[in-house]
């Protein structure tokens, strides 16, 4: 039982490329989050999906898309970085009878 | 709208005193309270929770929160901190168990260091 995976750990990408973070549960929880942690700032969410083929936004959601084709993987992507988006993304989730969230490990994106 | 303050960005304690830390929450409803821990380089991990009942709930590695709702107030307190407990703690609210649809609110984070 791993909970929540998330690859990869660590990425650099130069601005305007694309990519996919990853995250994968094995709980089959109904409810999956992305957020961003900045220093000093929390953590803020991206977009969330309360289910298969469900997505909606979150508090900050400018800059990245996500899918949700089934219970376990939720893919976050960015198609065309910026600095801004130099963060710290981290994928949670919870289901119907969970108390509080459970997350991933984290990948830490930098921007250049 | 919700919201969570952290009053302290750093807080310095002696190994082997007491710990404090202060969350003030606003929310409309009943709110479910929850206390994370951070390691560095590490995801968050459920120190404990409240949603209703007793107002002093116990969590994991020795922490205790006390919901005090005239205040709205969900401080974390431990009686004797180990130098292990160096980290980030953040106090979230949802409005369900487990977030909901609306994910948890967040506050911005108390980083708490241990001196030996």
């Known amino acids: 039982n791993a909970g929540v995976t998330q690859t990869p750990k660590f990425r650099i990408l130069k601005i305007g490329q694309s990519m996919t973070l990853q995250c994968t549960q094995d709980?089959?929880?109904?409810?999956m989050y992305w957020y961003r942690q900045d220093p000093g700032m929390g953590l803020k969410l991206i977009y969330y999906?309360?289910?298969?083929?469900?997505?909606d936004k979150g508090e900050v959601p400018n800059g990245y898309n996500v899918s949700r084709s089934t219970t376990e993987d939720f893919p976050l992507r960015l198609e065309l970085a910026a600095p801004s988006q130099t963060s710290v993304y981290f994928c949670?989730?919870?289901?119907?009878?969970?108390?509080?969230?459970?997350f991933g490990p984290g990948t830490r994106l930098t921007v250049t | 709208a919700q919201s969570v303050t952290q009053p302290d960005i750093h807080i310095t304690v002696s190994e082997g005193a007491s710990l404090e830390l202060r969350c003030n929450y606003s929310?409309?409803?009943?709110?479910?309270l929850f206390w994370y821990v951070q390691s560095p380089g590490q995801g968050l991990q459920l120190l404990l929770k409240?949603?209703?009942?007793?107002?002093l709930v116990q969590g994991i590695k020795g922490f205790e929160a006390e919901f005090k709702r005239s205040q709205s107030s969900f401080n974390l307190r431990k009686p004797s901190v180990h130098w292990s407990d160096a980290a980030e703690y953040f106090c979230?609210?949802?409005?369900?168990?487990?977030?909901?649809?609306?994910?948890?609110?967040f506050g911005k984070g108390t980083h708490l260091i241990i001196q030996p």
């Open positions: 949670a989730t919870t289901g119907l009878l969970s108390y509080g969230q459970y």
């Open positions: 709980m089959n929880h109904n409810y």
């Open positions: 999906s309360v289910g298969a083929g469900i997505t």
């Open positions: 929310y409309g409803a009943t709110p479910y």
């Open positions: 409240y949603f209703s009942g007793d107002t």
């Open positions: 979230a609210v949802g409005a369900r168990s487990g977030g909901g649809a609306d994910g948890l609110t």
